[in-house]
């Protein structure tokens, strides 16, 4: 009897504690599905606008002295809808006619480069050991007790009551106001609404602003709950409070409410009872200390395998779309064979003089960022075959990276096995896991396959990692994730310039075999299902074998690259490489520039690994000017510059999928054929010897 009491209660102490954490998630997957129901936009760049609110919400009370109602107002009731407005007007306004991919990119984007931007303009730093205020006063000290058995918190209740309001409004806007009809109307086809005389640039703008409005109140209601305020750990509570969203197929505000309590509450049951089974029970404390942290994760990616709905979801797609023409061919298809020879020249005479100034005249720093730029060119290669090629969205190829580090320094460390042999099983092993990946969600498409890959990710950053058998455990925490570097007969590739010199090698032949796949079987059969999946179906083209085949190769070109970047850097250097955040920036940046060509991911790699030092620290504008003095009070610019800048230049993907680079190309290739032909012509124009004047 007393047995039943004591875990009565301890059910009842569960549900009550997993209720807060639960409404948090609740609050951030009601935001998702408002921006995705009225705009069609998975919007990953959600935890960014609540960073914005959070943080002006906490600067205005702990650097302007402002009191909470102030505060608030402007961080939450003006800032937040202002911010929605922005984004909607200048960007998102031009892509309701997108696919869901191009949406996903620009929101990947803005991820990046809003909290950055933030950062610059009003000189905030991330905040760490203090936990900032919430909205009520002495929220995190004064708590209530109603039931005698948990004791809630002011922070906590305000959150709640938050939810349950937005959620019933809501549902009160879509059912029965005439603006939430004509908010969907404006998500199933923008143009055929404005035809029966519905002016979508409003209703559009009113949609974001609503959403903007819920994701500056979760940003304000959620800082109270950590310790820090950066803008990753938003990004990571928005991928948490995705799998309440995703229980309500993005589209079901309360099934969102509910998967948001929901898994809260079963986080709370698990953190409660495994601990007692784990007492009884040995071989289950491995589980209660690996998998608790990724509970979130494990419950997202078991709702996008095992539901019905969302494998048999499509993406909604614009009955007016069929207008628009299609995407352009590659600049290099186009050109003149004259012109590519001379552009062939050029690149190859660029390229001798540089590689003689690297190896002649560069310092160690410089020798170490060149070989990373190249190490990082042939990582992002994985981009071009995944999303260049197979029109696919990844967000774990860091993690398949990282499968290719790790092997390597554990096959090294543990065994004593050559680095060059382990960086080949690494690049195996990442290949294995990634197309076994793909067989969970062989049926999903679109955006379902990019979260998919974001939970994989995240799961293996929360728990894969820890192993002793993979991250090294708390030998790595003493000695780090040490690789040595290669050594090959008598070359020893310790020395910087040798090593430079592996890394071309191992470029120009994963690129020679990139651009073989491009133009081989693979690169056709992937053509064709971008083209039309079912007219490729129905020439025998299997869609499970070619995404099988695309993330095998991917994978296999990660892991490659994963572990020769970490023989470069001689340690894994997990964290700072291969995050799940960290890796995000790696698809922004190929995106931006190119992510069709072997050219567009070494000029990613290049400004990955080179930008900041060459443009931003100003260095370039020396060389120019032949001084060291580079333009003082101007340089060196905030590093997070680079994060804005490329961040940004993801807006262009919708008009310009090819990428930043590919369409400088293209409109410098016409330029130059116009040149030419109108000289050519004006010679013909002109008299010839000997000829009489007329």
């Known amino acids: 009897m007393l047995l039943a009491a004591s875990i009565g209660e301890d059910v009842l102490r569960a549900i009550l504690q997993g209720t807060p954490p639960g409404t948090v998630y609740a609050l951030v997957a009601l935001g998702f599905v408002l921006t995705y129901k009225t705009s069609g936009v998975f919007n990953l760049a959600f935890g960014a606008q609540a960073y914005i609110s959070a943080a002006t919400f906490f600067h205005a009370r702990a650097e302007w002295g402002w009191p909470i109602l102030p505060a ?25 006619t997108g696919s869901s991919v191009a949406k996903l990119v620009v929101a990947l984007g803005l991820s990046v480069a809003l909290p950055a931007l933030f950062d610059v303009l009003i000189g905030f730093d991330a905040v760490a050991g203090r936990t900032p205020t919430g909205i009520v006063p002495d929220g995190d000290s004064v708590f209530y007790d109603p039931f005698g058995i948990y004791a809630f918190s002011r922070d906590e209740l ?6 349950v309001v937005g959620m019933v409004s809501l549902a009160v806007l879509f059912r029965y106001t005439a603006i939430g009809l004509r908010m969907r109307a404006v998500v199933e086809s923008p143009r055929m609404t404005e035809l029966n005389g519905i002016w979508s640039d409003r209703v559009s703008a009113f949609s974001w602003a609503v959403s903007s409005l819920f994701a500056g109140m979760a940003g304000v209601l959620i800082a109270p709950t950590s310790n820090t305020l950066a803008a990753p750990d938003f990004f990571n509570l928005v991928v948490v409070a995705v799998a309440a969203a995703a229980f309500g197929y993005l589209v079901s505000l309360p099934r969102a409410l509910i998967g948001g309590l929901g898994l809260g509450i079963f986080i709370a049951f698990f953190n409660t009872f495994l601990p007692r089974w784990s007492d009884d029970y040995g071989w289950l404390e491995p589980i209660q200390d690996n998998l608790t942290p990724a509970l979130p994760f494990v419950v997202l990616f078991g709702v996008l395998v095992f539901s019905r709905k969302i494998r048999e979801s499509t993406a909604g797609v614009d009955p007016l779309a069929g207008v628009d023409p299609p995407p352009p061919s590659l600049a290099a298809a186009a ?30 720093r410089w020798l170490f960022l060149i070989t990373q730029a190249v190490i990082l060119s042939t990582i992002f290669l994985s981009i071009t075959v995944m999303t260049g090629f197979a029109g696919e969205i990844s967000l774990c190829q860091g993690t398949f990276a990282a499968i290719g580090g790790f092997t390597v320094f554990q096959l090294a460390d543990r065994f004593g096995t050559s680095v060059m042999l382990g960086m080949v099983l690494g690049a195996l092993l990442a290949a294995a896991v990634a197309a076994a990946l793909s067989t969970t969600f062989l049926r999903l498409s679109g955006i379902w396959v990019a979260i998919a890959t974001l939970a994989f990710a995240f799961f293996f950053d929360a728990v894969i990692v820890k192993l002793p058998w993979v991250g090294g455990g708390e030998t790595s925490l003493l000695q780090g994730t040490r690789v040595p570097r290669p050594v090959i007969g008598p070359w020893d590739f310790a020395d910087d310039k040798a090593f430079l010199v592996l890394a071309l090698v191992f470029f120009a032949v994963v690129g020679v075999a990139v651009i073989q796949v491009r133009g081989g079987t693979v690169g056709r059969t992937l053509r064709a299902l971008q083209g039309s999946r079912v007219a490729a179906e129905s020439v025998g083209i299997s869609p499970s074998a070619a995404r099988i085949t695309t993330f095998a190769i991917s994978g296999f070109i990660a892991g490659l690259g994963g572990a020769l970047l970490s023989m470069h850097q001689q340690n894994v250097n997990y964290t700072g490489n291969f995050s799940p955040y960290a890796a995000l920036f790696w698809m922004v940046l190929v995106i931006s520039l190119g992510s069709r060509t072997v050219e567009g991911a070494a000029q990613a790699g290049a400004a990955y690994a080179l930008f900041e030092a060459v443009v931003l620290s100003g260095a370039v504008f020396g060389w120019i000017l032949r001084s060291e003095d580079r333009i003082p009070g101007l340089f060196p610019l905030d590093a997070k510059w680079r994060l804005i800048l490329f961040g940004l230049g993801t807006i262009q993907f919708a008009r310009h999928p090819e990428g930043m680079v590919e369409n400088g190309k293209r409109k410098a290739s016409a330029r130059v054929e116009r040149i030419i032909a109108w000289w050519v012509s004006r010679r013909e124009a002109e008299p010839t010897v000997g000829e009489a004047a007329p």
Do not use: K, N
């Not at 305000?158 to 939810?163: L, Q, R, Y």
């Open 72 to 96: 608030l107002v402007v961080s939450v009731f003006l800032l937040a809808p202002a911010v929605g407005l922005i984004l909607e007007r200048l960007i998102f306004s031009h892509l309701r």
């Open 158 to 163: 305000v959150a709640m009551a938050v939810a």
């Open 335 to 364: 050109r003149s064979s004259g012109l590519t020879r001379a552009t062939r020249i050029f690149a190859l005479t660029f390229f001798v003089i540089t590689g003689f100034i690297v190896f002649t005249e560069a310092d160690p």
